[in-house]
Structure formats: C-alpha cells, structure tokens
C-alpha cells in the first residue's frame, strides 16, 4: 500500500487536508437540509372546508351581526371525531338548530354533510405556505404527502446504486462537481413546480444528487487522509448532519413559506458547484486506475499547498510507477459490484456492511417516529433531534481510537437496540424515563452512522469503494423506506414496533463482531490488499520502499 506513504510524503495532514476538509463539509451541513425539508415545508395546518356564510363576504351581509364567527362555524361545519370544527366535511346547509343550547348531535345527520366541494380554509399563523395547503394534500388526498417523501427516499437509493458505480468509474471529484450542479438546478426548479407530480418528479432527482454529494464527500476527505487523521474528519463529517438538523430549524423558523424555503436552502450550491473546481481529485483513485500523469499533478500541487514543494518536485512519473508498481497492475484489473460477492473476503464484508447500514436506516426513523411524541414544537424538535446528536457523535471518536472500529459499531448498534427494547417494559406514564430511553438510543443511532461511514470506507479497496458504500447507502435507504412501515404493527399491539426496531438492532450489533478490525490500517488500494491484510502489513513495515529513495535521489 504505497500510497500512504506517498501521502505521508506530500502531507496527509497539513494545509491542503485543513482547507479541503472545510470546502466539503460546509455543503454537508447545507444538504442536511433537504433531508428534513418536509417536516416544515410539507406541514400539514389546522384546516376546515371553505364555507359561505364565514369565507364569502356577500353571503356574510346577510347573516345578523350579532352570530359570532364560532357560532357561524358550529352551524357550517360538523363536529370531528374529537369534537373539534371536521376538517374535511361540512354541511350542506346551515344548520340554524344547532344555535338552540339544548340542541346536540342527534339535532344532524350525515346525509346533512358534503366533503369540501369549494375547497379548504387553512390556519396559516404558523406556516404562510406548505405544499400542503398549495396543492390542498388532505382530506382524500392526505396519502399524497408521505408519498412525497417516498419518493424522496426513493431518488436517494436510486442515486446511491448510480453514483456509486459512475464514481469509481469516472473520478469522485467529477460527480461531486456535478452533483452539486444539479441539487442546485433540480431544487430551484422545485420551487416553481407548478403541479404535484411535477414537484415529486424533480424532489426525486434533488435526492439523486444528494446520494452523490454524501458519498463522495465522505470518500474524498479519507483517501486524502491519513489512518490516524481518519476518525477525526469522518467524526466532523458527521457532526455535518447535526449541525444541518439544527440549520434546519433556523432557516424554516425564519422563512415559513415552502417554495422560498426551497429555494433559500437549494441556491448556495451554484456557489459550492462553482468552487468544487478547485477540489482536488483523489490522487489514490487516479493511481490505481492507470492515470499516473494526474495522479503526479494532484500529489504535487498537495505538497505544494503543504509546503513541501521540494517533496513534490521530487516526484515523478518514473517513481510513481515504481512505488506502486504492484498496485497498478492489481488494480486495473476488471473490477465491477459482482466482484463483491464472488470474492468470498469481500462477499462477507458486504453482506456485513449492508446490514450494518440497513439497522441505522431502520432504526433512525424508528426513534424518530418515537421522539415527535415529545412535543408539538416543530422547531424545537428539529433542534433537539440535531444537539442529542453532538455529544454522541463526539464520543465516538473517542471509541473509534480505544476499541477499534469493529467493537465500536457493535456497542453503538446494541444499545441503541437495548433502548427500543427496554421502552416495551416502561410503563407510559413514566414519560420522564421513556423520554430518556429514546435520546440515549438516539444517542447510540448517531454513534453507528460516525461508525459505519468510517468501516465502510476502510473495509473497501480503491477500486470497488464507491460501488460498495453505494450499496450501504441503498441499504440504509431501504430501511428508512421501511421503518416508518413497521409502526402499521401497532394496531396489534403499541410493543410491536419498538420490539421489531429493537431486534434488528441488537442482532445486527452482534453481527457486527464478525467485521474485521480495521483500525491503524493504511486504505486497501486493490482486492488483493483485502484477500491479506495481514501479509501486506506486515511486506510495507519490513521492506525499504523505492519511493524513498527515489525521492532522495
């Protein structure tokens, strides 16, 4: 594996790794963003049917001044199942009985009663504007809003298969450039959709793009870094999507209308598209696909940028060749996403790491799902689902350089299942405690994605790591399609879910332990450096490496 001594050479963590980790994980924050969207800009609002004698000024001057507005809506509009104004049905005539204080429920009929023919009246104190109230998605037409988002999930695990494969294909930073480029184009565009299908179709190729950004970004800042510089700027990358929960909630809190929400959060990714250009490309996936002149230029603008133009200057086309003579010919060998479970080292690391992604996707919006019972406080939810994040997050950094990777992802997974399982047990009036159970599990949800987007990568070679952290995103993707699913369960029983959210977890954690330890451990470049680690850790610490002496030459 002799890149990473080439790396160490030109600097695997100096200036150029500070200022490229900072251009990559200002957008991460940013695109945290659309995948919360829809809890604020597809809110549904209080809303009734639109009605003449309150929403029609000619009919209301010919009612007595003297009705109040709740005495015209209680004679317009039927009483819900909650004794609350029904929002999706109302009388066909008003109902003059119903002033009468004796009169009650029996003084009307169903036969009396039509659904919103002219349309719904919204409360709007809250929200000015959601896709909701813009398309009137309630009612008989409530199934479309979670279909929304479906959808949504569906163009993340769609992009992930895509972007996975054309990233190993055609360069990381070139996908990430483009992807930036469409999230930007799709998602101001999504703001002026003029219908629903329309809205769903280009939300689908906002999540498209989205897969492609997560991806590279995260594949890009651990080629370009050092083992033990790994866990940091993967932990960072992480802590992204805490901060953008917490954004999240400012931005939305400030703009209430859906369609300049859409566009506040989509348009600075015209700038992040402008500045990808000068991101560099991985110069570890230039190598080991046969693309030695670029891969010379990026590692020595990277010494440049680091102060160590001397190293750079050394540096040839000649010395690269022979410092990975063995890994350019291993890694341009015919590589596709069969090779992952032909190889049988490979195959189990897959099936292993799938799992392991599918669990998180699970069991994220499992406890999520649990955690909106706490409050009404949209606003204040998005900010407290982001801050649990932090410290958990940051503690695993601290787990990652103890206990390894492998014991890590296997605690993290286990508690957070051990949490679920144990709120099957509380009783519901002990809110304090269940509230707890679910922020500790929360907790440990967000200690597996830290985890997982580090083992994935490292668990991988160069030539198949995208195409493999692709299929995890798939996984993950699944799981957050299914999870919301399993919560039908409870019609049976209100344990079921949790019990199910639960047992994928523990189980999965267990697994787990089957993983490799990856920790310390230069990247695999090649599927060979998979099949024997231990033979090729042990060949890079005993030998003298031709690319030190070249370099002194």
């Given amino acids: 594996m002799a890149f990473a001594e080439l790396l160490d050479q030109v600097g695997s963590q100096g200036?150029?790794?500070?200022?490229?980790?900072?251009?990559?994980?200002?957008?991460?924050?940013?695109?945290?963003?659309?995948?919360?969207?829809?809890?604020?800009?597809?809110?549904?609002?209080?809303?009734?049917?639109?009605?003449?004698?309150?929403?029609?000024?000619?009919?209301?001057a010919s009612v007595p001044r003297t009705l109040s507005p709740e005495a015209l809506l209680t004679i317009s509009i039927p009483p819900g199942p909650n004794q609350e104004p029904h929002q999706c049905r109302r009388f066909r005539h008003p109902q003059w009985q119903l002033l009468d204080p004796n009169a009650t429920s029996a003084n009307w009929s169903k036969a009396a009663t039509e659904p919103c023919v002219d349309g719904w009246v919204y409360n709007r104190s809250t929200f000015t504007s959601t896709i909701v109230t813009q398309w009137d998605l309630v009612c008989d037409s409530q199934a479309l809003k979670p279909m929304a988002q479906s959808i949504y999930m569906a163009g993340s695990l769609v992009g992930a298969a895509v972007r996975g494969q054309t990233s190993d294909r055609f360069g990381r930073r070139l996908v990430l450039t483009w992807s930036y480029l469409q999230l930007a184009v799709v998602g101001t565009a999504a703001g002026f959709a003029p219908t629903f299908p329309v809205y769903c179709l280009l939300r689908f190729l906002v999540a498209f793009a989205v897969a492609g950004i997560l991806m590279n970004t995260a594949t890009l800042l651990m080629e370009w870094?050092?083992?033990?510089?790994?866990?940091?700027?993967?932990?960072?990358?992480?802590?992204?999507?805490?901060?953008?929960?917490?954004?999240?909630?400012?931005?939305?809190?400030?703009?209430?209308?859906?369609?300049?929400?859409?566009?506040?959060?989509?348009?600075?990714?015209?700038?992040?598209?402008?500045?990808?250009?000068?991101?560099?490309?991985?110069?570890?996936?230039l190598l080991i696909t046969g693309r030695v002149a670029q891969g010379l230029r990026e590692l020595q603008r990277v010494a440049?940028?680091?102060?160590?133009?001397?190293?750079?200057?050394?540096?040839?086309?000649?010395?690269?060749?022979?410092?990975?003579?063995?890994?350019?010919?291993?890694?341009?060998?015919?590589?596709?996403?069969?090779?992952?479970?032909?190889?049988?080292?490979?195959?189990q690391r897959t099936c292993l790491s799938i799992l392991c992604w599918f669990a998180f996707g699970f069991t994220f919006y499992g406890l999520?799902?649990?955690?909106?019972?706490?409050?009404?406080?949209?606003?204040?939810?998005?900010?407290?689902?982001?801050?649990?994040?932090?410290?958990?997050?940051?503690?695993?950094?601290?787990?990652?350089?103890?206990?390894?990777?492998?014991h890590t992802q296997a605690l993290s997974l286990v508690l957070a299942g051990v949490c679920i399982l144990a709120n099957t047990v509380v009783p519901h009036e002990m809110e304090a405690l269940r509230s707890a159970l679910a922020v500790l599990g929360l907790s440990g949800v967000g200690a597996v994605f830290t985890c997982i987007t580090i083992y994935s990568g490292e668990l991988f070679p160069t030539t198949l790591r995208m195409t493999a952290v692709g299929?995890?995103?798939?996984?993950?993707?699944?799981?957050?399609?299914?999870?919301?699913?399993?919560?039908?369960?409870?019609?049976?029983?209100?344990?079921?879910?949790?019990?199910?959210?639960?047992?994928?977890?523990?189980?999965t954690g267990l697994a787990a332990l089957l993983l490799p330890e990856t920790r310390?451990?230069?990247?695999?470049?090649?599927?060979?450096?998979?099949?024997?680690?231990?033979?090729?850790?042990?060949?890079?610490s005993t030998q003298d490496h031709p690319v030190l002496k070249s370099t002194r030459f």
């Fill in 225 to 285: 870094m050092s083992a033990a510089g790994r866990p940091l700027v993967m932990t960072l990358n992480s802590l992204g999507f805490s901060f953008g929960q917490v954004l999240m909630a400012a931005v939305a809190y400030g703009v209430r209308d859906w369609a300049m929400l859409q566009l506040t959060v989509s348009a600075p990714f015209f700038l992040s598209f402008v500045y990808s250009w000068w991101l560099a490309e991985s110069a570890r996936w």
């Fill in 15 to 60: 200036r150029f790794q500070v200022l490229q980790t900072v251009a990559l994980l200002v957008p991460i924050i940013a695109v945290t963003t659309h995948s919360m969207l829809e809890n604020f800009s597809g809110a549904v609002p209080n809303h009734r049917c639109w009605v003449p004698l309150l929403d029609n000024s000619t009919a209301q």
């Fill in 304 to 347: 440049d940028i680091n102060r160590k133009r001397a190293v750079g200057e050394a540096l040839t086309t000649e010395v690269l060749l022979s410092a990975m003579q063995e890994e350019l010919r291993m890694g341009q060998a015919p590589a596709s996403m069969g090779t992952l479970l032909r190889m049988p080292g490979l195959r």
């Fill in 520 to 540: 310390s451990l230069p990247l695999p470049d090649t599927i060979q450096d998979v099949q024997r680690p231990a033979v090729k850790k042990a060949a890079d």
């Fill in 368 to 406: 999520a799902l649990d955690l909106q019972a706490l409050g009404s406080n949209v606003f204040l939810l998005q900010v407290l689902i982001g801050v649990v994040d932090i410290p958990a997050k940051t503690g695993t950094l601290l787990l990652l350089s103890h206990l390894g990777r492998r």
């Fill in 471 to 507: 299929l995890g995103q798939m996984a993950a993707r699944g799981g957050a399609i299914l999870g919301p699913l399993v919560r039908l369960l409870g019609v049976y029983s209100p344990s079921i879910p949790l019990l199910v959210y639960g047992v994928v977890a523990v189980l």
